[in-house]
């Protein structure tokens, strides 16, 4: 509803688990659709997991989610233990890769995961728009005309918006890119997701009102900088060498 130029939110706090339902169902569905017309990659994955893979996924996921959120929300002036699909991200990327060291695997075994990942993030993003303010992902005051009000009297940056626009938008490309055989999008597609993300999610930190940790940055700026490393560090050492030239 827009009132006085400020488009008003109709929230509620158990939004937040209907979004959350939302998610899940989108990544089944895209999960779905990676196993019926993506099956080399999801054969590839099979071939060089093993259950313990997907524990040490689910357990990082879990653990991120909550040390990375909690982290950051616990250094409010209202400290409360929170959740972050950043933090999730990140912890389940340390947890596959310690894994994958300690069992000689050495290739990328994430492809698979990124289209159910996007539109996770993609739907997921919109039940935390419409959770309001206790959802702790809202944005700073705005007077830009697309400014949200979330309940408290005040145009805020709609950040979750932002970031959900910002995925579909990778997702699109990345789907046509895989579609067409590109081999960034083959080889590297999940690197190039993470890339994707941590840029994109590095640049709407600066649009909430998170309490900085140095400077302007916040934790979650740290921890797409170290997800942005991750990324580029597997993108180039897959580069072919340069060639020679012969005398």
């Known amino acids: 509803m827009l009132i ?4 008003h939110v109709a929230i509620a706090p ?72 950043a933090g999730a991200l990140a912890g389940a990327i340390v947890a596959v890769e310690l894994w994958k060291w300690l069992r000689g695997v050495r290739g990328s075994t994430g492809g698979p995961f990124v289209i159910p990942l996007c539109l996770g993030i993609v739907v997921g993003r919109w039940g935390c728009l419409f959770a309001g303010m206790g959802d702790q992902t809202y944005g700073v005051p705005t007077g830009l005309p697309w400014g949200v009000n979330l309940g408290d009297g005040i145009s805020r940056h709609p950040v979750q918006i932002y970031e959900s626009l910002a995925m579909a938008a990778f997702l699109a490309v990345y789907w046509h890119a895989l579609a067409m055989g590109r081999p960034w999008a083959v080889r ?24 900085p940790v140095f400077g302007p940055f916040n934790v979650f700026h740290f921890v797409m900088i170290g997800l942005s490393a991750y990324a580029l560090i597997w993108i180039a050492r897959d580069r072919p060498p340069p060639a020679v030239a012969r005398a």
Do not use: C, M
Request: aromatic share 16%.
């Open 188 to 211: 590297h597609g999940f690197h190039v997701f993470v890339l994707a993300y941590a840029v994109q999610r590095f640049a709407w930190e600066f649009l909430k009102p998170y309490p």
């Open 14 to 85: 158990w939004y937040h688990y209907v979004g959350d339902l939302a998610a899940w169902l989108a990544a089944f569905l895209g999960a779905r659709w990676v196993f019926r017309h993506r099956r080399t990659s999801v054969e590839g994955l099979a071939r060089h997991t093993a259950p313990g893979y997907f524990i040490s996924l689910a357990a990082g996921a879990a653990l991120g989610a909550w040390l990375l959120g909690s982290l950051n929300t616990l250094r409010d002036a209202r400290p409360v233990l929170s959740h972050s699909i």
């Open 4 to 7: 006085d130029g400020v488009l």
